[in-house]
């Protein structure tokens, strides 16, 4: 089981129904915030792997979820200037739990189809990943994507189903 986690409206429901299927997914529909988690069954080749969502309001309850977790996806939303160094600091303090010592994860700086978004390097700067990273043991792969145009699909299906 992957955990995906991220602040609320940092776009992971919608990038979990994208990795899920390509062709029908409607972007224009209102989303609603997860309160709760939400499961996804996301099939890649042969197998099908099941994805957890836990929604960004529940923040504080993420940790009960983190037993026996291999692999977490941390969402954050590139195009929101006001919430990516607090993302940071929450992916900060996921990391920093025991029970993620052995965890791979997957950062995904998400909405890059957004003209006023963050560049990579400076989305990386505003996280303080180069302070982050000599801190912690853990090896994280760093990707961009976006549910809309569909960029960084195969990266991260690639992520889900790598052993
Ligand atoms: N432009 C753009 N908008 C996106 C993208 N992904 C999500 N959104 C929009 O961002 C809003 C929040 O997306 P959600 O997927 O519901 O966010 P979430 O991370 O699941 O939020 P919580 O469930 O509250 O934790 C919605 O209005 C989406 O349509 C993206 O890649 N590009
Ligand atoms: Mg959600």
């Avoid at 309850?61 to 939303?77: A, C, N, T």
């Avoid at 390097?121 to 990707?143: C, D, G, S, V």
Wanted: glycine share 6%; hydrophobic share 45%.
């Amino acid at each position: 089981m992957t955990l995906c986690l991220g602040p609320t409206g940092a776009g992971k429901t919608l990038l979990l129904k994208k990795l899920q299927n390509i062709e029908n997914v409607d972007t224009t529909a209102t989303s609603v915030p997860t309160v709760g988690t939400n499961m996804f069954a996301i099939k890649i080749d042969t197998e099908v792997h099941q994805i957890r969502e836990l929604g960004g309001i529940m923040s504080p309850l993420w940790s009960r979820y983190f037993e026996g977790i291999q692999k977490i996806m941390y969402v954050v939303d590139a195009s929101n200037l006001c919430q990516i160094s607090a993302a940071g600091v929450l992916f900060y303090t996921i990391i920093a739990n025991p029970m993620l010592a052995n965890a791979k994860f997957l950062l995904v700086l998400t909405k890059m189809d957004v003209s006023y978004r963050q560049m990579r390097n400076e989305a990386l700067l505003m996280l303080q990943m180069r302070r982050f990273e000599k801190e912690i043991q853990q090896k994280i792969t760093i990707t961009e994507a976006s549910a809309i145009s569909g960029e960084g699909r195969e990266e991260i299906l690639n992520w889900i189903k790598k052993k």
